[in-house]
């Protein structure tokens, strides 16, 4: 069975940077395209940026420039940098496989105040 386990969320002022980290047991973050995605109220789950097997990665247009996903295979986890905090930003962050999506895991809160 695979955990997904988000942390690094908090509170963070506008402008600031916040790094999340996510730690993958049952499966190896090495063999799959990840992704991670955000949760707002009021709106769907949406990706925010992925990394492929080979290393390429992919951004929506509003993190591109400021988030960067990036990828440990020796400790299995995922990471998203962001830099450029906006208040638009808030929301609870998850990761998980792009296809074939695992079960979701709790998420980590990312508060950006203005």
């Known amino acids: 069975q695979v955990q997904l386990v988000e942390s690094g969320g908090g509170l963070g002022q506008a402008g600031g940077s916040l790094r999340l980290s996510c730690a993958v047991s049952g499966s190896a973050v090495s063999i799959r395209t990840m992704g991670w995605y955000r949760h707002s109220p009021g709106k769907q789950r949406e990706l925010v940026a992925a990394?492929?097997?080979?290393?390429?990665?992919n951004y929506a247009d509003f993190v591109k420039g400021r988030f960067t996903i990036s990828r440990d295979n020796a400790q299995n986890t995922v990471y998203l940098q962001m830099n450029s905090l906006k208040p638009e930003d808030t929301a609870v962050y998850y990761c998980n496989a792009v296809r074939g999506a695992w079960s979701w895991g709790q998420g980590t809160q990312v508060t950006v105040s203005s």
């Open positions: 990394i492929t097997v080979g290393g390429s990665t």
